[in-house]
């Protein structure tokens, strides 16, 4: 009776420490980057938020690191941070004090067929064989980011123009405004409501459509206008739902 009593005892005390624990780890900001960046994409419970209303810094991390696709999704996780799904189908995701965490979540092959990821290059360390190409073809134009992706050099220029370069600097693809996942097609061939283009034009005065994809249940228009690039976002009725960068 009394090893009963010992175990019946040694067990409850097992289960209070165990509550204990996992009480102590439910600060999620005291996790490293990795472990918390998979908490919040696996947390069930987080809430789609519109991209617009993200805090400054997390919009300029995601213009300066991301400019070759555009904010798909933005998700909110309680108590551990912010999760940005992009039209590459890459994350990158933030805590509460809107850092960008370091994860491996995009060191995969992605559904574009390219790798994943990416880090940024600084423009007076581009091979002079790319500097030289946009000089001949586009001297008006102004490098504005670069990017090494995967084994690929990515540049944009003014007017958000994409130049794609193998990584020894020689020109593979012209005059790209975003990279996107999904079937996307030129303006010309989609027939978009009268009011719906009424509504681009006061939400972005004098932009031109360039791009329409659409993605799952929304559709996806891309503009250019003399500040740069905008995304639209509708339903699949036309239904305007938010604008992202």
Not at 133 to 146: M, Q
Request: charged residues 25%.
């Amino acid at each position: 009776m009394k090893k009963f009593a010992f175990y019946l005892i040694g067990g409850a005390l097992a289960v209070w420490l165990a509550a204990c624990t996992k009480e102590a780890v439910t600060d999620f900001q005291q996790l490293d980057d990795e472990a918390l960046a998979t908490a919040i994409a696996g947390d069930r419970g987080k809430q789609e938020i519109d991209p617009s209303t993200l805090p400054a810094e997390i919009l300029t991390y995601a213009e300066e690191n991301h400019f070759d696709t555009y904010i798909d999704a933005v998700y909110f996780a309680e108590g551990k941070g912010y999760d940005l799904v992009f039209a590459t189908e890459e994350h990158a995701f933030f805590n509460l004090a809107r850092r960008a965490l370091r994860h491996h979540h995009n060191d995969r092959m992605g559904p574009c067929g390219r790798l994943l990821g990416g880090e940024a290059i600084p423009l007076d360390a581009l091979r002079p064989a790319i500097v030289q190409y946009i000089e001949t073809n586009y001297p008006d134009a102004e490098i504005l980011r670069a990017k090494k992706k995967g084994d690929r050099i990515i540049v944009m220029l003014s007017g958000h123009v994409l130049l794609v370069f193998t990584e020894n600097g020689v020109f593979e693809i012209d005059a790209q405004h975003w990279i996107d996942c999904r079937p996307c097609a030129p303006a010309s061939q989609v027939d978009i409501p009268a009011d719906v283009l009424a509504l681009i034009e006061t939400t972005v005065p004098g932009a031109e459509i360039k791009r329409v994809c659409r993605r799952g249940d929304r559709i996806v228009v891309g503009v250019i206008a003399a500040d740069g690039r905008h995304i639209l976002v509708f339903d699949n009725n036309w239904n305007f739902l938010f604008t992202t960068p």
